[in-house]
T-cell receptor, first 115, second 119 residues
Framework: EPEVTQTPSHQVTQMGQEVILRCVPI?????FYWYRQILGQKVEFLVS????????KSEIFDDQFSVERPDGSNFTLKIRSTKLEDSAMYFC?????????????FGNGTRLTVT | AQTVTQSQPEMSVQEAETVTLSCTYD???????LFWYKQPPSRQMILVIR??????QNATENRFSVNFQKAAKSFSLKISDSQLGDTAMYFC????????????????FGTGTLLAVQP
């Protein structure tokens, strides 16, 4: 069964550095998402992306964050200047177009540690 | 704004027994979807079961079933014949359906219930 793939599985960075988290959604999916889970807390929506633009974003997704689909397969989340509170598990997800009942397919996540 | 509440931070069940995880939600909408996701120690998010609000019949998936009480805004998950592999964090989630028939883009998650299945 096709899967959403995220790399790296664990990223350690210093405060103030830029990080790029990478995701390869399922090939025939057209809606893409990033969610965040701070350790021990609930999963929070960050942003959704469709047709090469952001369709919805949360208040967490401020100017430090950006998303991009640089080619036909990758979907990236960039944090320009990381803060300690950005330490979290970041999940990428995707779903098919037009199938609102279809579940989000999540990747295995990238654990970001900011020191 | 929609909210999802899971009032049981942790639960424990003996192998082969049945356990019920609670979830309540708050919304003014009449049409929406509800989901239960499982997050094992590997941290992957796995869909367990889903329910459309307009369907009165409770969804079932093998050993997993839900008790959907729309008026009470309750959506509990029952796991029958619990197995060691069921040990995981379980998240209840809500997805709103817009008037034009589409859905909002974001799932609203509860805080999760950590289920431990004991041998």
């Amino acid at each position: 069964e096709p899967e959403v793939t995220q790399t790296p599985s664990h990223q350690v960075t210093q405060m103030g550095q830029e990080v790029i988290l990478r995701c390869v959604p399922i090939s025939n999916h057209l809606y893409f998402y990033w969610y965040r889970q701070i350790l021990g807390q609930k999963v929070e929506f960050l942003v959704s992306f469709y047709n090469n633009e952001i369709s919805e974003k949360s208040e967490i997704f401020d100017d430090q964050f950006s998303v991009e689909r640089p080619d036909g397969s990758n979907f990236t989340l960039k944090i320009r200047s990381t803060k300690l509170e950005d330490s979290a598990m970041y999940f990428c997800a995707s779903r098919r177009e037009g199938d609102y009942n279809s579940p989000l397919h999540f990747g295995n996540g990238t654990r970001l540690t900011v020191t | 704004a929609q909210t999802v509440t899971q009032s049981q931070p942790e639960m424990s069940v003996q192998e082969a027994e049945t356990v019920t995880l609670s979830c309540t939600y708050d919304t003014s909408e009449s049409n929406y979807y509800l989901f239960w996701y499982k997050q094992p120690p590997s941290r992957q998010m796995i869909l367990v079961i889903r329910q459309e609000a307009y369907k009165q019949q409770n969804a079932t998936e093998n050993r997993f079933s839900v008790n959907f009480q729309k008026a009470a805004k309750s959506f509990s998950l029952k796991i029958s014949d619990s197995q060691l592999g069921d040990t995981a964090m379980y998240f209840c989630a809500f997805l709103e359906i817009m008037n034009y028939g589409g859905a909002t883009n974001k799932l609203i998650f509860g805080t999760g219930t950590l289920l431990a299945v004991q041998p």
